[in-house]
DNA sequence: CGCTAAATAATGTGATCACATTAATCGTTA
DNA sequence: TAACGATTAATGTGATCACATTATTTAGCG
């Protein structure tokens, strides 16, 4: 008779991790502001759980507080794309060779589970699950760190850059060469099937660097070296 | 007539520096339990600026929610502790290579001021200075990177390792070698004139590392390579 | 039609109250 | 004296209202 327990402590936390995902689906334009009524009336809920979550998603920088006191989604620039980049492939190719020797078999079904999806996303031209399935792979791989710390750090730069990821995307089906984008997901199931710390790292450069390069170029921005 | 304007939009601002400046410097002890209403009564508002206030900084890993719902300054433990230095040694040491070349007179005036007024905290066992003037310092320097989005990081390592910073240099204090703790502050100052980048960013991680090392030795943790 | 100014609407912030949950205290008993 | 149970206190969360500030719309005028 629905007696599990809600998913979720409090509504605060639902809030924010609707709130969350949402933005990491690509569902929240950059420059686009978000009201707290607007959310509250949304997600049904009262104005006070959407506070909290929207501060919180704040200091993460996730959303961006102006000056006049509104609250919006974060623009990109090209400095700032590079920061996000390159911060990226330090802590993201440290925690890969972190979580390697951890990853069992039951994680690497996992693994190649949510890489079937994103591939289904790729054809599909599912734009959404596409940068979602994307972030789930390698967060599943990470999650297998132990990082406490650099984990949220993490995040908070898949945070950063999902808007302007989903912009970008959006440009890139459009123009038809979408499934052309290849990633490095295979290559690295097989990196840590051998357990090559080395080519683990380097593919995860390599995969995150893809990205960039794409945005980079649609961008008409430098492209870093 | 005071009609100066407040330095804070709002409440929850001036709370919130009050709160950060307060853990950067060591006021905080891990373990201990912020409350609502005692932070409220202490700094004389009503709970709302403080409910957002805690919400901003339990996001930035100042402070910690535990599972009873309630609010503490976490605890430090030997891979938290070795985490957040490696990633410190990176995006610090990036940030001050980033920083260098903007650095003019004014900026090292102002870097020779604080190194000054911190040495005076080294000599008169004012640990609170101490290590709040050694992150001014480090703070100074990188503010000169125009990196927007490593810094934020790099400032909520800073929130995450302080309470547990003033810990150790108290009994260090105590043990009456607090004055040889050599750091690299005048090095630095010298490679900046010189602007020799290698030399910077190495000296940057030593300084940081001199740190982690009298931590580690104190509270008998292996000691990282 | 274009521009300005007044009026109206919308928004984030703060205050206060209510409440469920958890912690602390105290009295009782063995 | 120690341990258990009941009672009281404290705490974070949520709801609602008020308000100052900022946006947006509308009206008026040239």
């Known amino acids: 008779m629905s007696n599990e327990r809600p998913r979720f402590k409090t509504q605060q936390e639902a809030v924010y991790f609707e709130l969350r995902e949402a933005i990491l689906r690509g569902k929240f334009q950059p420059g686009n502001s978000v009201t707290l009524r607007g959310v509250a009336e949304m997600l049904d809920v009262s104005l006070m759980p959407v506070r909290e979550s929207l501060r919180r998603l704040t200091a993460e920088r996730a959303l961006q507080l102006l000056d006049n006191r509104r609250i919006a989604v974060p623009t990109m620039s090209e400095s700032r794309l590079e920061e996000i980049y390159i911060t990226r492939f330090t802590l993201e190719s440290f925690a890969a060779e972190k979580a390697m020797a951890n990853i069992d078999e039951a994680a690497m079904a996992k693994l190649e589970d949510i890489n079937t999806l994103h591939n289904r996303a790729i054809a599909e031209r599912d734009v959404e699950n596409y940068i979602y399935l994307n972030f789930e792979f390698h967060r599943q791989i990470y999650s297998y760190s132990g990082l406490e710390v650099i984990l949220p750090l993490i995040e908070s730069l898949w945070l950063q850059i999902a ?63």
């Open 163 to 225: 808007p302007f990821m989903r912009m970008i995307s959006d440009r890139f089906a459009q123009e038809g060469d979408f499934d052309e984008s290849e990633d490095k997901h295979l290559e690295i199931l097989e990196a840590i099937r051998k357990q090559n710390a080395t080519r683990l790292k380097h593919l995860i450069q390599d995969d995150i660097l893809d990205g960039v390069r794409i945005q980079q170029e649609m961008m008409g921005w430098g492209v870093s070296n």
